[in-house]
T-cell receptor
Framework: QQQVKQSPQSLIVQKGGISIINCAYENTAFDYFPWYQQFPGKGPALLIAIRPDVSEKKEGRFTISFNKSAKQFSLHIMDSQPGDSATYFC????????????FGTGTRLTVIP | GAGVSQTPSNKVTEKGKYVELRCDPI?????LYWYRQSLGQGPEFLIYFQGTGAADDSGLPNDRFFAVRPEGSVSTLKIQRTERGDSAVYLCASSLSSGTKETQYFGPGTRLLVL
């Protein structure tokens, strides 16, 4: 079953707007939640990551909000730019004995100029 | 410095054939991961190496899939008797060491098409 659920599947935002992507998980053993950005024909690249001991992490225009009790986390892209158009994946890891990442299904973001 | 590299970038093969996909991790990275990404999906874990040994191969779909990392650097993913359902992008990632604190750096992937 899908360990990390992601929505929406696709998102269209005007330049300068805020893009919001949401993820939810069930496994309480997860303790690391990265977001990856992927451009066509490229591998995923780490954008920003958070641990469950903080509720928010901000790096430039990118912010992760984390709600441990609800087992949800989200990515906010402020002042969205056409260059942000890509597919975004949330992920989680930390289950006992495993180091692999469990990815969401991805959100295809299009920022319209 | 150089990132993770994967060869070939594209591979077309016929059903039933054997293929090898190569991954060169970032120099000095001890942990290496293989993932498979189907069209429109997120990457799915296949196997993880810490050094030369496969620490976790629970994601390999069946015994047609096998991976090695004999010297703790380059890794090869081997697929026997390929099937059309094996068509996907095979991604390799490496990290400085194992553990959830370590960032996984991905290569560009090998696009495998089984006809």
């Amino acid at each position: 079953q899908q360990q990390v659920k992601q929505s929406p599947q696709s998102l269209i935002v005007q330049k300068g707007g805020i893009s919001i992507i949401n993820c939810a998980y069930e496994n309480t053993a997860f303790d690391y939640f990265p977001w990856y950005q992927q451009f066509p024909g490229k591998g995923p690249a780490l954008l920003i990551a958070i641990r469950p001991d903080v509720s928010e992490k901000k790096e430039g225009r990118f912010t992760i909000s984390f709600n441990k009790s609800a087992k949800q986390f989200s990515l906010h892209i402020m002042d969205s730019q056409p260059g942000d158009s890509a597919t975004y994946f949330c992920a989680a890891s930390g289950t006992t004995g495993a180091n692999n990442l469990f990815f969401g299904t991805g959100t295809r973001l299009t920022v319209i100029p | 410095g150089a990132g993770v590299s994967q060869t070939p970038s594209n591979k077309v093969t016929e059903k039933g054939k054997y293929v090898e996909l190569r991954c060169d991790p970032i120099s000095g990275h001890t942990a290496l991961y293989w993932y498979r990404q189907s069209l429109g999906q997120g990457p799915e874990f296949l196997i993880y190496f810490q050094g030369t040994g496969a620490a976790d191969d629970s994601g390999l779909p069946n015994d047609r899939f096998f991976a090695v990392r004999p010297e703790g650097s380059v890794s090869t993913l081997k697929i026997q008797r390929t099937e059309r359902g094996d068509s996907a992008v095979y991604l390799c990632a490496s990290s400085l060491s194992s553990g959830t604190k370590e960032t996984q750096y991905f290569g560009p992937g090998t696009r495998l098409l089984v006809l």
